[in-house]
């Protein structure tokens, strides 16, 4: 049985956070359960996107890497990252895939802005691999969240906004 609390230390009911693994979500609650005797508070995030809610204990919220979305500073040197230059390491793709998948997961948007940077083809270069599109577009998508969220806009005006300072660089 649930019982409904307002907020735990750090959280509170109606706050964006971005779990790494999935990116950016709303706490819908914080509530206590009893799990097999144990009573536990949990936080249960929405991820509208992915039609997904999560219940993480909130005593292991901080070790999973859940946190509050970045500030507009932090989201500043990640869009400055977009400007940068590619770094395309010369390793074989699986092993810079599974670095790629590795920054996306960590949640961190200068990482997830290195990804984009990094995948991002303007238009006269040459076409991109199946399994580089899937992870571009899991990086932008992960990044254009966190952009909407931090800023106030809808997804697909973060996606442009993206898009535009990558093309200016």
Known sequence: MATKKKS???????????YPAHGVGRI???????ISGMTLDLIVIHFE???????????????????KLS????LETALATLKGRARVKRT?????????????????????????RDLHRNAGQPEQSYSERQIYEAALDRLAREVAA?????????IER?????RAA
């Open 28 to 34: 819908m609650a914080i509530e206590t359960q009893v």
């Open 92 to 116: 074989m793709w699986s092993r810079r895939a599974q670095e790629y998948e590795a920054k996306i997961n960590s949640g961190d948007p200068v990482s997830i802005a290195e990804v984009v």
């Open 150 to 158: 931090v800023e106030h806009i809808d997804e697909t005006a973060a």
């Open 162 to 166: 993206l898009e535009k300072v990558l």
């Open 71 to 74: 500030s507009p500073d932090k």
């Open 49 to 67: 996107k992915d039609r997904m809610t999560l219940r993480v204990p909130a005593a292991k919220s901080t070790s999973v890497g859940m946190r």
């Open 8 to 18: 735990t230390s750090e959280f509170e009911e109606g706050d964006h956070v971005v």
